[in-house]
């Protein structure tokens, strides 16, 4: 009987510092998507309820806002508790892969697909603290592998870097095909 009772704590709720913020956050976000839900999702005339183009996404957004509007109303409501400035904190560290992302995406036209996966693998590895020469290697294989899959194998084009162009011909050929 024990274990049951030991089961059912993991679905205690216990309210967490960045309950509120994080409330807050998904409700806006839950009404900013119910705003832009009808130029994004169109009703058809003369077609069945179900069938509409916009049917399940108009359900889901409703979800959301009904579901969001419940938990700020059910966090509103439970006793605050101290440290919802560092909780939020550590959420915001995790902005920072999205930085790195961001800037991957803004220099491949720049220097190319292959030269700036190297640039992100290896940028990655040791900002996560791998700086032997044995992991980095592993990051730029990596690397050189997810171009080749992309590129080669499964044919998906991305735009030749901007660098490709100061190469000799023969090989500006076949940087811009294949890396």
Known sequence: ??????????????????????????????????VVLPQQAKFLPGKALVSQPGFWPAIGVGMMV??????????????????RLREVLVWARALEFVAWFVAYVLI????????????????????????????????????????????????VRIPAGALYDYLPAPIRSFAIINL
């Open 1 to 34: 009987m024990n274990r049951v009772f030991n089961f059912l704590a993991l679905f205690r709720r216990e309210r967490r510092p960045g309950d509120m913020v994080f409330a807050i956050g998904f409700f806006l976000i839950a009404v900013a998507a119910a």
């Open 66 to 83: 009904t579901f969001g509007a419940a938990h700020l109303l059910s966090t509103w409501n439970a006793p605050r508790l101290p440290g």
């Open 108 to 155: 491949v036209p720049v220097v190319g697909y292959l030269p700036a996966t190297l640039i992100l693998a290896l940028g990655l590895g040791m900002r996560l603290g791998y700086r032997s020469p044995r992991s980095l290697v592993a990051a730029a294989l990596f690397a050189v592998v997810v171009v080749l899959v992309f590129r080669t194998g499964l044919g």
